[in-house]
């Protein structure tokens, strides 16, 4: 069974941790960000993807918007790949 994701060149993992227990002890702010954020992201990657972020900016505002703009990047990568030519954005085209 394919589940509600549709078709994605993503990976799916099935985990055996207890991910609410795990959403509970991130962040204020990374929960927030996660609330709404477009994939599916797993608690545990999220916070590792996030103090990354942090170490790397010093700064809780700025490492928020870099996992922005790594969501924003895999799912522009992942429309390449499921839509090729037919997306309706235009993203499988490439700029003369």
Same mark, same amino acid.
């Given at each position: 069974?394919?589940? /509600? !994701?549709?078709? =994605?060149? *993503?990976?799916?993992?099935?985990?055996?941790?207890? %991910?609410?227990?795990?959403?509970?002890? *991130?962040? +204020?702010?990374?929960?927030?960000? *996660?609330? =709404?954020?477009?994939?599916?992201?797993?608690?545990? %990657?999220?916070?590792?993807?996030?103090?990354?972020? #942090?170490?790397? =900016? !010093?700064?809780? =505002? !700025?490492? $928020?918007?870099? $996992?922005?703009?790594?969501? /924003?990047?895999? #799912?522009?990568?992942?429309?390449?790949?499921?839509?090729?030519?037919?997306? +309706?954005?235009? $993203?499988?085209?490439?700029? +003369?």
């Amino acid at each position: 069974m394919s589940g /509600n !994701r549709g078709k =994605t060149s *993503l990976k799916c993992k099935r985990r055996s941790t207890c %991910s609410m227990r795990e959403y509970d002890r *991130l962040p +204020p702010e990374l929960r927030k960000w *996660l609330a =709404t954020a477009i994939l599916p992201w797993g608690p545990r %990657s999220v916070h590792r993807a996030y103090d990354r972020a #942090v170490a790397r =900016t !010093r700064d809780k =505002t !700025r490492a $928020l918007q870099e $996992l922005d703009r790594i969501q /924003n990047g895999l #799912v522009a990568k992942d429309a390449r790949k499921v839509w090729e030519q037919e997306h +309706p954005g235009g $993203l499988g085209q490439t700029q +003369p």
